[in-house]
């Protein structure tokens, strides 16, 4: 069975930072791209980003460019995502995606989620 | 950015009825348009991709369909766990957009 595992939800202020880690079981995480998509609560998906585990190559939505990171450890076959300079409207579950296809699809379906990360950013 | 919009936001339908989602592109993206299924706390879960191809483990009862601009998803027969929301994402071109979701109602 192919899983991806998130961390614990979040509280933080406005202003700090979030790191959302995602391990994967079941399957080589280096095989696979992996994106982030989240949901403000009662909205939409919205996505924030992809990056090539193989190449460490990362496209970043336009949106949270230049707050967000997206990395990995492939010794414990987890990736990560790090969302900086918080505001209220970063509050929303964040989830990390497996690609469909191997390789390094940039455009791709999402056939695996992780259950989700809460973040709440609040004074 | 490509934009998707889902007609309708929502719908009202019975068990049993014959239930039809559209999604249109703000340009076209050629069969690249996969279709989700989420319920309330859950995280989506992939029902069709590259259009109209089923995904493993997904009822023949869902289909896809489309091209270019315009796709649909129709659900033929529709089942008491088939109430939920749904959403459209094109992935022809960065930055992945989703449509706005249909929330399936039961009347």
């Known amino acids: 069975q192919v899983y991806l595992v998130q961390s614990g939800p979040e509280v933080k202020k406005p202003g700090a930072s979030v790191k959302v880690s995602c391990k994967a079981s079941?399957?080589?995480?280096?095989?696979?791209?992996i994106s982030w998509v989240r949901q403000a609560p009662g909205q939409g998906l919205e996505w924030l980003g992809w990056?090539?585990?193989?190449?460490?190559?990362?496209y970043y939505a336009p949106k949270v460019q230049g707050r967000v990171s997206m990395t990995t450890d492939t010794s414990t076959s987890t990736a990560y995502m790090e969302l900086r300079s918080l505001r209220s409207g970063d509050t929303a579950v964040y989830y990390c995606?497996?690609?469909?296809?191997?390789?390094?699809?940039?455009?791709?379906?999402?056939?695996?989620w992780g259950q989700g990360t809460m973040v709440t950013v609040s004074s | 950015d490509i934009q998707m919009t889902q007609s309708p936001s929502s719908l009202s339908a019975s068990v049993g009825d014959r239930v039809t989602i559209t999604c249109r592109a703000s340009?076209?993206?050629?069969?690249?348009l996969n279709w989700y299924q989420q319920k309330p706390g859950k995280a989506p879960e992939l029902l069709i991709y590259a259009a109209s191809t089923l995904e493993n483990g997904v009822p023949s009862r869902f289909a896809g369909s489309g091209s270019g601009t315009d796709f649909t998803l129709t659900i033929s027969g529709l089942q008491p766990e088939d109430f939920a929301n749904y959403y459209c994402?094109?992935?022809?071109?960065?930055?992945?957009?989703f449509g706005g979701g249909t929330k399936v109602e039961i009347k």
């Open positions: 995606v497996r690609s469909l296809n191997s390789g390094s699809t940039l455009g791709d379906a999402y056939d695996v």
């Open positions: 994402q094109q992935s022809y071109n960065i930055p992945v957009t």
């Open positions: 990056l090539s585990v193989s190449n460490a190559l990362t």
């Open positions: 079941g399957y080589s995480l280096t095989n696979y791209g």
């Open positions: 340009q076209s993206i050629s069969r690249n």
